[in-house]
T-cell receptor, first 113, second 112 residues
Framework: DTAVSQTPKYLVTQMGNDKSIKCEQN?????MYWYKQDSKKFLKIMFS???????INETVPNRFSPKSPDKAHLNLHINSLELGDSAVYFC????????????FGPGTRLLVL | GENVEQHPSTLSVQEGDSAVIKCTYS??????FPWYKQELGKRPQLIID?????GEKKDQRIAVTLNKTAKHFSLHITETQPEDSAVYFC???????????FGTGTRLQVFP
């Protein structure tokens, strides 16, 4: 299937733990993103990478660290999880250059207890 | 930085009626305005977009209009159907950046 995929789909964990979410796209896109969607459905960009290079880094706590081993993968590692990190995290990708459609992954629902 | 406001937050219509969702943006340099539809528990998906060199774009029952002077753009859905029920997001960005700033979303419910 041609798509943006994420694993895991659900993640339930305790406060203080460290967890990772993986994202892969096989669309041949150069740009990948992480978004956070909170309980009120607000969609906010966190990071974007162009060809493994960090381009956008919004005011996100440094407990969140993206890693792009190659242009088809963008993983998100979160240290010392807090209750407020509970949200749905979406990965997305797009072709290089502005004003291009962004294709979203299915989302990872993170619940921190 | 860019700020996008979206209204209404919820919208209920009868099947067959039209629905209009409005967004305003703050940065006059923004020139790309996509609309995404997110069904319950699913990912956001692009339904239509407009660039600042045009004032209107249509795709079957969906149309988007853009007023650059007033810095607002709107989504129009005609002949609504129950499957149009979802959360709709507007967004804005500039041509030299991939950064999309999303509106706060509109939950549309279409009653049969």
């Amino acid at each position: 299937d041609t798509a943006v995929s994420q694993t895991p789909k659900y993640l339930v964990t305790q406060m203080g733990n460290d967890k990772s979410i993986k994202c892969e796209q096989n669309l041949g896109h150069d740009t990948m993103y992480w978004y956070k969607q909170d309980s009120k459905k607000f969609l906010k960009i966190m990071f974007s990478y162009n060809n493994k290079e960090l381009i956008i880094n919004e005011t996100v706590p440094n407990r969140f660290s993206p890693k792009s081993p190659d242009k088809a993968h963008l993983n998100l590692h979160i240290n010392s999880l807090e209750l407020g990190d509970s949200a749905v995290y979406f990965c997305a990708s797009s072709p290089l250059g502005g004003r291009k459609t962004q294709y979203f992954g299915p989302g990872t629902r993170l619940l921190v207890l | 930085g860019e700020n996008v406001e979206q209204h209404p937050s919820t919208l209920s219509v009868q099947e067959g009626d039209s629905a209009v969702i409005k967004c305003t943006y703050s940065d006059s340099a923004s020139n790309y305005f996509p609309w995404y539809k997110q069904e319950l528990g699913k990912r956001p998906q692009l339904i239509i977009d407009i660039r600042s060199n045009v004032g209107e774009k249509k795709d079957q029952r969906i149309a988007v209009t853009l007023n650059k002077t007033a810095k607002h753009f709107s989504l129009h859905i005609t002949e609504t159907q129950p499957e149009d029920s979802a959360v709709y997001f507007c967004a804005a960005s500039q041509s030299d950046t991939d950064k999309l700033i999303f509106g706060t979303g509109t939950r549309l419910q279409v009653f049969p």
